[in-house]
């Protein structure tokens, strides 16, 4: 919703590959709707689709990797930032910082099967805006494998 795979695909080399949560989560479940209505518990199909995009790090890690990815649970990135560090993984994280305005207009416009539903999109975007967010603080100089790339400002 926030333009994420879109920069990726349009602004990274060819040779990086892209991981897109949303696109693993259709293809598992369907649409975004399905997912997020999925009865599964959240932290389960969170760790299916993680581990169904670490699957592919794992069988081509010559390659640099783009993850899109909202980021808004550090257990879901968790995974992207050990490879980068233990596998010497190149990994592209990329994120948008959208505002709330524009999040909620992008999904009220979205077809119904790709709207996520109101109470999870208002949770994401406190997850995301919260002070405390782990991505905030993310600095790390043992990581130079593993940079965040925010597209906004060239959106």
Known sequence: GAGKSTWAKNNLPPHCLRLE?????????????TYHEHPFERDVKS???????MTAMRQ???????????ATR???????IEAALFRQVPVTFVQFDRSDDYLWEINRTRPLTDRIPDEILAEMIA?????????????????????????TACS
């Open 21 to 33: 949560r949303d696109r693993v989560r259709e293809c598992l479940f369907g649409s975004r709707r």
């Open 47 to 53: 760790r299916v689709v993680t581990e169904t995009m």
């Open 60 to 70: 081509w890690p010559e390659y640099c990797w783009a993850v899109t990815d909202t």
């Open 74 to 80: 550090f257990d879901s990135v968790q995974p992207f």
């Open 127 to 151: 997850l995301y805006r919260a002070e405390d967010a782990w991505w905030r603080e993310f600095q790390d100089p043992l990581l130079p494998l593993f940079q965040f790339m925010d597209g």
